[in-house]
């Protein structure tokens, strides 16, 4: 059975910073593509970061400097190291596993930007 389980979301003031985790079990985790995406009420799911197994990184425009992420191929979790949270960021964040045709999704974490 393959779980992804997200944590690390919560309310931060602009500027801050928040770190979220995905640990996968379930799956060989080195050779998945790992993903973060997000999605607010009304609003389709984007693509914010994506780290493959071949080991590149891609970033949506808008948090390019601001976002990092990473994994642990040993310990089955990826990471993103949030930055300079701005208000617009706020929506809920999943992270997805993904090989071909196979996709795997967390449940989410909010995150919540707001003074």
């Known amino acids: 059975q393959v779980q992804l389980v997200e944590s690390g979301g919560g309310t931060v003031q602009p500027g801050g910073s928040l770190r979220l985790s995905c640990a996968a079990s379930g799956i060989i985790f080195s050779i998945y593509d790992m993903g973060w995406y997000r999605q607010v009420p009304g609003k389709q799911r984007e693509l914010v970061a994506v780290?493959?197994?071949?080991?590149?990184?891609n970033y949506t425009d808008s948090v390019k400097g601001r976002f990092g992420i990473f994994r642990d191929n040993a310990k089955s979790q990826a990471f993103l190291q949030m930055n300079g949270l701005r208000p617009e960021d706020t929506a809920v964040y999943y992270c997805?596993?993904?090989?071909?045709?196979?996709?795997?999704w967390g449940q989410g974490t909010q995150v919540t930007v707001s003074s």
């Open positions: 780290f493959t197994s071949g080991g590149s990184t």
């Open positions: 997805r596993a993904a090989r071909r045709l196979q996709y795997y």
